[in-house]
């Protein structure tokens, strides 16, 4: 499984989410500060949630990085995009 599907099958399990959108975006980081040459280094996740809604910005953030437990430190850069 990819680490995109991964980040996938983790927010929709934790948060049924009205819009997810997964982006790999390793290929704009190539050769800069945390690209493994795995091609999965830097990720782009817009997220829309009921759950999330409620929470602040701060709380918002922590539960979307407790879904992806592990995969924060397998992933060197997950940006979020989160409401």
Known sequence: MTA??????RLTQAFSPSLLDVVNESHRHAGH????GSGESHFKVTIRAA????????DRHRAVQRALG????R?????????
């Open 33 to 36: 500060s945390g690209d493994d």
């Open 70 to 73: 592990d995969l924060n430190t």
């Open 4 to 9: 995109r599907d991964e980040i996938t099958a």
């Open 51 to 58: 759950a999330l809604a409620a929470m602040g910005r701060v």
């Open 75 to 83: 992933v060197h850069a997950i940006a979020l995009d989160i409401g």
